[in-house]
Structure formats: C-alpha cells, structure tokens
C-alpha cells in the first residue's frame, strides 16, 4: 500500500503472507505510474512457488469418436444422410423454448449422421521413436523432472543437470536409431 497526504508521502509496502510464504517472497515492487482514481499505487510481489504446489492434470485416454464426414463425398451415401435428416426433423417436436429446440435440433442432426454415416475413433498420434523402450522413457522422465526442478529454483546446478541429462537422452537415442 501507497499512501501521500499533504505534501508528505508515506509510502508503506506490505504484503502480507504466512510463515509458509514469507521465504518464498522473491521481489515487491510499487508501480508508481498506474492511475487507478486513488491515493494507492499498483504493488507487486513475485513468489517462487515451491515443485510440490505445481498441479499435473492427465491427458484422459479415452478416445473420443467422431463422424465419418468424408462419405459425404459419395452421392448415394450423402442422398441416404439427406433423407434420414427429413425424416427426422419431420418427426421432431416444435418447441417454443430456445434451448430446448436447439438440443432438438442437436440430436436429430447426430441420429441422422449415426445413422448414414457412422462413427470412427479418433487417432491420437504421439510423438515418439519407432524403438521406444523402458530405459528411453525413465531417461525422459529424469529429464522432464530436472526441468521442473530448474523451473521452480533457477539455480545453476539444476540448470547444468537439466543440460546433462538432455545431452544424455539425446546420445541414447542417436545409439539406437543407429
């Protein structure tokens, strides 16, 4: 917080934290050229965050399905796709409610492409070497967590192990490609 009265300034920077946060404080700075329409000036403070409070979420394996759009391109695959959405939306029910008719409309389109066209898994390509094996993969890991490590500390020694352990994925698999 910035205070000034009367040609005098106070100027009182508090950031208040507990006993957890207060060794992680990195920097406070007062930002004096934002006008927020107050006697206060913009404070900010950065944290280093320690590994353990970052968040990993996991990709979901389940693949999701989708149409197969591209029979459309076939003249009597698409007249079928046709006549299945007139019959349908023939069949559905008029509703006065925006939301309602919007899902209506929705799920007679899905049931018409169900039904002509069919579904398909999607393929989810992952970039990895054609002889990928278990010491590749632990490699990795290391490399992804020293990573993490030089991302929360910014020290030199984790850099340089974080480099080692790049140069070291990096000559295994050169070796097995060969």
């Not at 990195?26 to 927020?36: I, L, Q, S």
């Not at 010491?135 to 030199?156: F, P, Q, V």
Request: aromatic share 8%; charged share 30%; net charge positive.
């Amino acid at each position: 917080m910035t205070w000034s009265v009367r040609r005098c300034r106070s100027i009182i920077d508090c950031i208040l934290t507990n006993k957890e946060l207060s060794p992680l404080i990195n920097d406070t700075k007062v930002f004096r050229g934002y006008d927020v329409t107050t006697d206060h000036y913009l404070l900010i403070t950065k944290i280093r965050l320690p590994q353990k409070w970052y968040t990993f979420t996991k990709i979901s394996l389940r693949q999701e399905e989708i149409f197969r759009v591209h029979l459309l391109e076939d003249p009597s695959i698409k007249l079928i796709y046709q006549r299945r959405l007139e019959q349908n939306l023939m069949h559905s029910p008029s509703i006065l409610n925006i939301d309602a008719e919007w899902q209506t409309l929705k799920n007679t389109l899905q049931q018409a492409a169900n039904e002509a066209l069919g579904k398909r898994k999607k393929r989810r390509h992952k970039r990895r070497l054609i002889l990928w094996n278990e010491d590749i993969k632990n490699l990795t890991e290391n490399k992804k967590k020293a990573y993490i490590g030089y991302l929360t500390t910014r020290s030199e020694a984790d850099r340089l192990e974080y480099k080692w352990l790049v140069t070291i994925v990096k000559r295994v698999t050169r070796r097995i490609k060969r």
